[in-house]
């Protein structure tokens, strides 16, 4: 690639993540094609300076690199091989990019679809939330064929600051699981953690700002635990998607006969968050859960 002749690159599933995402490629200097179920971001993107496609199958022909930003396995396999999908448009040799959380075997299936016709399929999973997304620095796990990902890296260069080829197709997405775990196993700590000051009558965010110091420090604890403290939830992640992504942890863990103890504890915190306040709320409701269920009202503060 040259700055002078970027590929055409399209874009499928203008969400939360999808919108920001695919206005960092125009900004980039990648000519873009995009589609998506609302109307909306496609008009505002087109505002931007893309291309309007009527279906995904009419993105793929009129690009090299195709990335996708859909809530669920069921959605990804809809829009890549169902009627219309990708995959009957895809040229030879265009690459495929999912950065959807899915099951691996949902990645590791469609990159063999795609094999079949010519072109290569990587599952690319992203962390970083809406605010990365925005701002360009989402960390990318990648699985899928080291050439595919090299054809696809510049324009992922415009969606991360972090790109890591984890190995083979499903790869990524079994990161994406374990990131999403070890985020999860975060927040139930914290929450423990906030109750036990609270109702030892110490200050929930003296505490926080003392961790943020230490080994205990992560990301976790610098944002969503904020939120917690000060009860300021609009830059949601909603918990339904968290909640399809414990389920794909504990369908993996399964498949490969692994104990997964903090796992089903955060799953039952998560059942309780949207019991308690409703599947969009964001979810940081884990935290909220455990200060419930420690009967300090869900409040950190």
């Given at each position: 690639?040259?700055?002078?002749?970027?590929?055409?690159?399209?874009?499928?599933?203008?969400?939360?993540?999808?919108?920001?995402?695919?206005?960092?490629?125009?900004?980039?200097?990648?000519?873009?094609?995009?589609?998506?179920?609302?109307?909306?971001p496609v008009e505002q993107l087109v505002a931007l300076g893309a291309q309007?496609?009527?279906?995904?199958?009419?993105?793929?022909?009129?690009?090299?690199?195709?990335?996708?930003?859909?809530?669920?396995?069921?959605?990804?396999?809809?829009?890549?091989?169902?009627?219309?999908?990708?995959?009957?448009?895809?040229?030879?040799?265009?690459?495929?990019?999912?950065?959807?959380?899915?099951?691996?075997?949902?990645?590791?299936?469609?990159?063999?679809?795609?094999?079949?016709?010519?072109?290569?399929?990587?599952?690319?999973?992203?962390?970083?939330?809406?605010?990365?997304?925005?701002?360009?620095?989402?960390?990318?796990?990648?699985?899928?064929?080291?050439?595919?990902?090299?054809?696809?890296?510049?324009?992922?260069?415009?969606?991360?600051?972090?790109?890591?080829?984890?190995?083979?197709?499903?790869?990524?997405?079994?990161?994406?699981?374990?990131?999403?775990?070890?985020?999860?196993?975060?927040?139930?700590?914290?929450?423990?953690?906030?109750?036990?000051?609270?109702?030892?009558?110490?200050?929930?965010?003296?505490?926080?700002?003392?961790?943020?110091?230490?080994?205990?420090?992560?990301?976790?604890?610098?944002?969503?635990?904020?939120?917690?403290?000060?009860?300021?939830?609009?830059?949601?992640?909603p918990l339904r998607l968290y909640q399809k992504d414990m389920q794909i942890?504990?369908?993996?863990?399964?498949?490969?006969?692994?104990?997964?103890?903090?796992?089903?504890?955060?799953?039952?915190?998560?059942?309780?968050?949207?019991?308690?306040?409703?599947?969009?709320?964001?979810?940081?409701?884990?935290?909220?859960?455990?200060?419930?269920?420690?009967?300090?009202?869900?409040?950190?503060?």
């Amino acid at each position: 690639m040259t700055d002078t002749n970027p590929p055409a690159v399209g874009f499928i599933g203008l969400g939360v993540m999808g919108r920001p995402m695919a206005a960092n490629l125009l900004r980039a200097g990648f000519p873009l094609v995009v589609h998506s179920r609302s109307p909306g971001p496609v008009e505002q993107l087109v505002a931007l300076g893309a291309q309007a496609a009527a279906s995904p199958a009419e993105v793929a022909a009129r690009t090299e690199i195709v990335l996708t930003a859909l809530p669920a396995s069921a959605d990804v396999e809809l829009v890549v091989a169902g009627p219309q999908g990708v995959l009957d448009g895809l040229q030879p040799g265009a690459v495929v990019v999912d950065t959807s959380t899915i099951l691996p075997a949902t990645a590791r299936d469609l990159a063999g679809r795609a094999a079949a016709k010519g072109g290569a399929f990587l599952d690319a999973p992203v962390s970083g939330g809406e605010m990365g997304a925005a701002e360009g620095t989402l960390s990318i796990m990648v699985g899928g064929q080291a050439a595919a990902l090299e054809r696809a890296r510049p324009a992922l260069a415009a969606l991360g600051s972090r790109i890591v080829h984890v190995g083979d197709s499903g790869a990524g997405q079994l990161c994406k699981a374990c990131n999403q775990l070890v985020i999860g196993g975060t927040m139930a700590a914290l929450g423990e953690a906030f109750a036990l000051a609270r109702k030892a009558g110490v200050d929930p965010a003296r505490v926080r700002e003392a961790l943020l110091g230490g080994f205990a420090a992560s990301r976790v604890l610098e944002l969503h635990a904020e939120r917690v403290i000060e009860s300021n939830y609009s830059a949601s992640a909603p918990l339904r998607l968290y909640q399809k992504d414990m389920q794909i942890i504990m369908d993996t863990a399964r498949e490969h006969a692994v104990p997964a103890l903090v796992a089903a504890w955060v799953q039952q915190l998560v059942g309780l968050a949207v019991a308690d306040r409703g599947s969009d709320f964001d979810y940081a409701g884990v935290i909220t859960a455990v200060l419930r269920l420690a009967g300090v009202d869900g409040q950190a503060a």
